[in-house]
């Protein structure tokens, strides 16, 4: 039996509560379940079919940051997609204003949003570019300067261009 996808994560936090305050706040998620002594939070993304995509459990204030990638093994960050270029664009607009929007990278297949939660614990927001644009740059680690405005300027007016062709049939 095959793998489909990921379903969800679960992240150690100092206070579950704030962290899905805030991930309600600025990503939009909703809370499915809520420990009335705030141990732990699940929440589903917006637009998700999941029971839940994000899970925290609190650990305490007197936490340490994440070591991980630096002296110690463990989860670079987790990915959400977005399904616009607009959205993308949105989300950027929302990082930036609560200080939380740490780079921005076009990996060619993907066009992504690196951010840091409360905790400072990293996560990406991306609009997946469409498989027929990959071409070999499918198989290559690129890393290139984000500029949301030119791809949207390319993939909505070819979009656009597909529909009005559609439309002539």
């Known amino acids: 039996m095959p793998i489909t996808r990921m379903n969800h994560a679960v992240l150690y936090v100092r206070d579950a509560r704030r962290s899905a305050a805030w991930y309600q706040e600025v990503l939009g998620f909703s ?3 809520d420990d009335e002594l705030g141990r732990f ?3 589903r993304a917006p637009a998700s079919e999941n029971h839940h995509d ?3 459990f609190s650990i305490g204030d007197a936490a340490g940051p994440s070591e991980a ?3 110690t093994v463990g989860l670079y960050h987790i990915a959400w997609e977005v399904p616009t270029l607009a959205e993308l664009e949105e989300m950027r607009v929302r990082l930036e ?3 939380a ?3 921005a990278s076009d990996h060619a297949v993907n066009k992504s949003l690196y951010a840091a939660d ?3 614990l990293e996560f990406e927001v991306m609009w997946l570019t469409p498989a027929a644009h990959w071409g070999a740059e499918e198989h290559e680690a690129i890393i290139r300067p984000l500029d949301i405005a030119a791809d949207r300027e390319r993939y909505e007016t070819e979009s656009d261009d597909l529909a009005t062709a559609g439309d002539a049939t």
Do not use: Q, S, T
Request: proline letters at 5%; charged letters at 20%.
């Open 31 to 33: 809370v499915v379940v």
């Open 41 to 43: 939070a699940f929440l």
């Open 54 to 56: 994000i899970a925290f």
């Open 69 to 71: 990638g630096r002296r």
């Open 97 to 99: 204003k609560v200080g």
């Open 101 to 103: 929007l740490v780079g």
């Open 118 to 120: 409360p905790d400072g």
